[in-house]
């Protein structure tokens, strides 16, 4: 394919949005916790499957590729080794988080190293707070940051392209993004094991998705409407705190809930309510 004025392939191109709880071999807290010994192994594993998705976008025709960190830190891929084909979208903080470049005019997006929702069984499942959250809904069904994250996407006419993470994972993406590659690298035995397949397996698994995926790439018509978000938490204290949000209401003991006019909106108010719920947690108690 001809290159454009950047030097970059012309082709569709791809958002990765990167998450690592979902990574190849990732199974605890040290694994994903900024900082520990663990951690800093599982960096390579999460650039490796970062790479094999470039790859397999790039073969499938890509012309370029945006990588958004999406986990904790937001700085946790290793630059030095990302695959030169693909771009780097590094550090806090980003107005559209875990999707920010999604706005950008990219044709197609990757979830990639996610996991099941709050209150769901999966590797190290959540959504958004590791802890303290035990139910999220979006217009009355279960979400994960999955679903949450593909209904923003759509706000912007981006198809899910795929999704990679645990057995759990992904049949949570086949009631959300059912079009999508569907991408298993582990397989869950519970919150902190799974049965693993080493990188080299994963990695070929995921390129071949990727490849594969990028004849469903191009911006579709944008779907614009009203959601209701409502969240479950683990004390009354954290539903009170959140609560004090403008449009943020208690609807039961440890719950909350709020609509907002547009996806975009509602994940802004989201991340406002999950960051003031964090901040009311008092240590062991919670």
């Known amino acids: 394919m001809p290159a454009n004025e950047s030097g970059r392939t012309a082709g569709p191109s791809v958002l990765i949005s990167a998450d690592m709880e979902g990574v190849t071999g990732v199974t605890w807290t040290d694994d994903v916790v900024p900082g520990t010994e663990q951690w800093q192994r599982f960096r390579t594993m999460l650039t490796g499957d970062v790479n094999a998705t470039v790859a397999g976008a790039c073969a499938g ?15 946790n891929l290793l630059l030095e080794d ?21 706005d950008s005019g990219v044709d197609g997006a990757v979830l990639l190293g996610y996991h099941a929702g709050s209150g769901c069984e999966g590797v190290l499942s959540h959504t958004y707070l590791p802890a303290h959250i035990t139910g999220v809904w979006l217009d009355e069904a279960p979400a994960s940051e999955g679903r949450l994250n593909t209904a923003l996407a759509a706000e912007y006419g981006v198809p899910i392209l795929v999704v990679t993470g645990d057995d759990r994972a992904c049949a949570d993406a086949a009631e959300y993004a ?4 569907h991408v298993v690298v582990k397989e869950c035995v519970s919150r902190y094991a799974a049965v693993c397949d080493p990188p080299s397996v994963t990695a070929a698994r995921i390129a071949e998705a990727a ?23 683990d004390a009354s204290h954290l539903a009170q705190a959140a609560a004090a949000v403008p449009t943020v209401a208690e609807t039961g003991l440890r719950r909350i809930a709020f609509e907002a006019e547009t996806m975009t909106e509602a994940m802004k108010a989201f991340k406002v309510v999950t960051s003031i719920a964090d901040g009311a947690v008092q240590g062991k108690y919670g």
């Open 61 to 75: 025709g890509a012309g370029g590729v945006l990588v958004n960190e999406a986990h904790l830190s937001q700085r």
């Open 82 to 102: 990302l695959d030169t084909r693909a771009r780097l979208l590094t550090g806090r903080h980003k107005p559209l988080s875990m999707m920010e470049g999604i």
């Open 178 to 181: 059912r079009e999508a590659e």
């Open 211 to 233: 490849e594969r995926s990028m004849r469903r790439a191009g911006r579709a018509e944008p779907v614009v409407s009203r959601h209701r978000i409502e969240i479950e938490f």
